[in-house]
């Protein structure tokens, strides 16, 4: 997995999902609504999301972001381990969307390692005895907006060796 971070917008941001952190009570949802119009917040409640941990929602960007797809991730109250779980579920997601690339715009000032660990985490999936055509790849690119930690190289292979270990567990 090539682990980048950016600091351009997340509506330009080309990847095949874009997961874009949303806080309770919809708070954040305002930027996105500005970029694909009014009517996301209506859709967004009528689909009974929140902005709570680990909810999510699918958008399609109708052509109005670099993102093919977005998905609302459910940040919670914003802090550092309900953004990392908003990322483990976005890196689950992407995995059983089968999206090569995933952005993650969740709001904070750096990427801590917990989300970088998670989203690589929720991308894993154990497929070994699985027929070939029921397997998903894993992500090639995971992309993160915003400042890279100074232990980036350190989380990208202790995430590469979790993956390793649960293969020989299972």
Known sequence: VNI?????????LSVDILAYGIGKDLDGLDALEAILGDGLRTYAESQRFTGSAGSHLTVPSLGKLGAATLRLAGTGDGSASQRARAAGVAGRQARILGASSLGLALHDAGVGRDACERALAGNYDFDRFRPEADRTAPLSELVFLGDEPDDAGRVAIRALWQSHARDLVN
């Open 4 to 12: 980048r971070y950016s600091n351009e917008a997340a509506a330009s």
